[in-house]
């Protein structure tokens, strides 16, 4: 994927980085998917200890359909799990119609690699972290996160490497995300992945 996927797009303002404060909240979300290797690692103290350590004070995960250990946990309703781990209070829930409140809630981010999120949430300018899952079956997710991660809009992660992804961070070095068409972008993204073509050819019977 090349820079000539942005052009044409204007300039915006990515989100003024924060003030210290004392409450800072990070979001996690796997959306429809199941990705328990983030989850797990999300609930884990390598990255809750560095959540605490940059002054985080609660975190959010919508584990989707993913697995995680519910015993250290208080469960409020069916779908709905919190605890308390030092100073930083963690809630994890499966599904919501939507996220935007979540999204525009969040000093941080932490998502898969779906296009649709990624897009999301970089028109906010939030600071993202995106982790391709690697049990997919193909390698578009991480090409996307890695692409945008080439061009400075967001950090990519793997999941062993979280940890130090939240500890490097610097908010204020990611390059705004410029404002586009969602659909024009969707097209020229399916250009770039090859989509187009397949799709195509597809149409045409080719392939049979």
């Not at 809750?48 to 697995?67: E, F, P």
């Not at 209070?89 to 999204?103: E, I, M």
Request: proline content about 6%.
């Amino acid at each position: 994927m090349s820079e000539s996927l942005f052009k044409g797009f204007g300039p915006v303002s990515r989100a003024a980085p924060s003030r210290p404060r004392s409450a800072m909240h990070v979001f996690l979300t796997v959306g429809s998917t199941r990705f328990d290797a983030l989850v797990h690692a999300a609930l884990a103290p390598p990255v809750l200890d560095v959540l605490r350590a940059h002054g985080y004070t609660s975190l959010d995960v919508q584990c989707g359909n993913s697995d995680f250990d519910t015993a250290s946990f208080h469960q409020s309703t069916p779908d709905h799990w919190q605890r308390t781990d030092g100073a930083l209070a963690v809630n994890v829930w499966r599904f919501k119609p939507s996220l935007k409140d979540d999204y525009e809630r969040a000093d941080l981010i932490i998502s898969h690699a779906g296009s649709g999120t990624i897009i999301d949430v970089l028109r906010l300018g939030k600071p993202l972290i995106v982790v391709p899952n690697p049990t997919l079956l193909d390698n578009h997710q991480e090409e996307l996160s890695d692409a945008l991660a080439h061009l400075g809009h967001l950090r990519s992660s793997t999941v062993a490497g979280l940890p130090q992804a939240i500890e490097t961070l610097d908010s204020t070095q990611l390059v705004p995300f410029p404002q586009f068409d969602g659909s024009r972008f969707r097209e020229l993204l399916d250009d770039e992945m090859g989509y187009s073509d397949h799709d195509h050819a597809r149409k045409n019977g080719a392939g049979r």
